[in-house]
């Protein structure tokens, strides 16, 4: 049986992307500019990573903007195959982004800081084409929007997977050691991961592949 789909975030080369879809990666995670957290990249990079990566490999654009024309621009210059929404963006504007952009899909992050997240997750989740959950500080005075390294309550996860209709990705905190307990617990479509397979800040090839048996994951698995 296959495991979840695996994202590799906070991809900073092309050299990066490479080791994370030859360890069997089914997406790659690529970080616009952001208020804090790490792996920001220019959209240049963005782009040639997007447009070299296989199929059916995805590409995510991550992005904190919330106004759906900056978001339609900005990926007019990445053309990845999917629009990571890291802050709320209200469902008009995601509705507006649907609109002109038809063939990418849209995912929306929810940040877990507490069982409130239910209730937020519903209603992201009738406009979204599949959510992830990570463990953001939004409302901080610089806003954390992804990339902290902290778990939060995968109990809230499960509730909020076992309540939507889209496919939910569980990210934050997640590493090879605490992967396997967190699709035990939290029964997610897929996994997310960034500083848990690095090491010095560098795509350490070890971790990944430890990730991805952890995960049920690797390519001999699927």
Do not use: Y
Not at 27 to 45: K, Y
Not at 106 to 127: F, I, K, M, S
Not at 138 to 156: I, K, N, Q, S, Y
Not at 187 to 197: I, R
Request: aromatic share 2%.
């Amino acid at each position: 049986m296959c495991g979840p789909r695996v994202k590799v975030c906070c991809i900073e080369s092309v050299d990066e992307a490479r080791l994370a879809i030859a360890a069997g990666a089914d997406a790659l995670g690529l970080v616009s500019a952001m208020p804090s957290g790490p792996g920001v990249i220019s959209e240049e990079l963005i782009r040639t990573i997007a447009t070299g990566a296989p199929p059916p490999v995805a590409t995510f654009l991550l992005t904190c903007l919330v106004d759906a024309d900056a978001i339609i621009a900005q990926h007019g210059r990445c053309l990845t195959s999917v629009i990571q929404l890291v802050a709320a963006v209200a469902p008009a504007q995601v509705r507006l982004v649907r609109a002109a952009l038809p063939g990418v899909k849209l995912v929306q992050v929810v940040h877990v800081v507490g069982p409130e997240a239910l209730a937020v997750a519903r209603e992201a989740a009738l406009v979204a084409d599949a959510l992830l959950l990570d463990s953001g500080r939004p409302g901080a005075a610089v806003p954390e929007l992804g990339g902290t390294g902290r778990t939060h309550d995968w109990g809230v996860s499960r509730a909020i997977v076992e309540a939507v209709a889209v496919p939910v990705f569980l990210a934050g905190g997640l590493d090879p050691g605490n992967v396997g307990a967190a699709i035990t617990t939290a029964g997610p479509f897929g996994v997310d991961v960034c500083s848990g397979v690095r090491t010095g800040g560098r795509l350490d090839p070890v971790k990944v592949r430890a990730f991805m048996e952890a995960a049920g994951a690797s390519p001999a698995g699927r």
